[in-house]
């Protein structure tokens, strides 16, 4: 009796030493964070003024230079400062990227200039792909966004009827203009088409109807310059329950499931806006790029490098219901001719004795479809 009323008395002493325990990681991840972030603001800081600095110094040799110019000046300086960073990783380029906001803020602040493009310290080139069709008001808002970004080119690929964008688009000099009159079957089978024209490290894939900061589209490219080879927008958040999402996007899942990525979720390449690397597009091929789940189990099976820049929203392109069957179909297809019948997954489950087989255990190849 003794003893059992003990163990009775053991159990709120049990509950309060874990409400002790949980209240010290809350205290102690509390601390981390509050110092994480002091050291970022200060790092942040010392780049601003660093920029101060070397702004002021430009406009006092350049008192007649142009805000291009500048522009130039800051890329290349930024550009050289991250280069002496030995031996940098993926995380630590896109921190320096976060930082380039502060130098670039700086630059303006010693200049006395009003600088708005991004400071992306690439080591590769780097392009952006879109599709237009419609508002040329829109696509001039895409274009503000993109040309503040060191892209090389900018090929914009026009639909059917878009001729009237064409004098818009020529006072721009660094895009490329693609137009078929005959249209495409998708904005994917347009920006597939825009993408066999460059030859940049990095592709930026880009909704040509809905603008994006030029600031979440470089994180992009930061992260496919980086190493990564396919840098995806976070589509499934937006897109809410999955009960709510639809069969596209339940396909999309499915797919990244079976490929062995459930981490992915219902994110795939052919979300605008995403990023490619070169490796990812030769090894992909661009004919597929117009079919986006093609090309996302070609990057699966390949063991590409793929991830969701959880910041980056999807730009809201809709889907085309009527397809996404024939075409989730059709790539698992593909799988299956690679990977075999169960797509590399063991079945250790089923007794295929009792029906000719093997026995238990994997399948011993006279019934794959079992």
């Avoid at 099976?301 to 730009?315: A, T």
Wanted: aromatic content about 6%; proline content about 5%.
């Amino acid at each position: 009796m003794r003893r059992r009323n003990a163990l009775r008395g053991a159990k709120p002493m049990r509950k309060s030493v874990n409400r002790r325990r949980a209240a010290a990681r809350g205290r102690n991840y509390r601390r981390v964070a509050a110092s994480s972030a002091n050291a970022t603001g200060k790092a942040a800081e010392r780049w601003r003024r660093e920029g101060a600095v070397d702004g002021a110094a430009w406009r006092s040799a350049h008192p007649a230079g142009t805000v291009e110019a500048l522009s130039d000046y800051a890329q290349r300086a930024w550009a050289e400062k991250v280069s002496r960073q030995a031996d940098i990783g993926s995380a630590d380029r896109l921190r320096l990227y976060r930082h380039g906001a502060a130098y670039a803020a700086g630059i303006r602040q010693g200049s006395g200039m009003d600088m708005r493009d991004e400071l992306l310290a690439l080591q590769g080139s780097a392009s952006a792909v879109l599709y237009a069709e419609g508002s040329a008001a829109r696509l001039q808002a895409v274009l503000a966004e993109l040309e503040r970004l060191p892209l090389r080119e900018i090929v914009v690929v026009l639909g059917a009827g878009a001729e009237p964008m064409l004098e818009t688009l020529l006072s721009h000099p660094r895009v490329v203009v693609v137009h078929s009159p005959n249209g495409y079957e998708s904005p994917h089978a347009a920006r597939a088409a825009g993408a066999r024209l460059t030859g940049a490290d990095s592709v930026l894939f880009a909704d040509g109807a809905k603008p994006c900061p030029a600031r979440l589209l470089g994180s992009l490219l930061v992260r496919t310059d980086a190493g990564t080879d396919a840098a995806l927008s976070d589509r499934t958040t937006q897109e809410g329950a999955f009960y709510r999402r639809g069969e596209a996007s339940w396909l999309r899942e499915f797919l990244n499931v079976s490929l062995d990525r459930p981490d992915l979720r219902a994110d795939a390449i052919g979300g605008v806006p995403f990023a490619l690397s070169r490796r990812a597009i030769d090894a992909i091929g661009t004919e597929a790029l117009g079919m986006p789940a093609r090309a996302q189990a070609a990057a699966l099976v390949l063991g590409l490098r793929v991830s969701v820049c959880d910041g980056v929203p999807f730009s809201g392109e809709r889907d085309v219901p009527a397809s996404a069957g024939s075409a989730h179909t059709a790539a698992w297809r593909e799988c299956l001719s690679t990977r075999g019948a169960r797509l590399g997954f063991p079945d250790h489950k089923r007794n295929r004795q009792a029906i000719g087989g093997g026995g238990y255990g994997p399948d011993d190849g006279r019934h794959p479809q079992l």
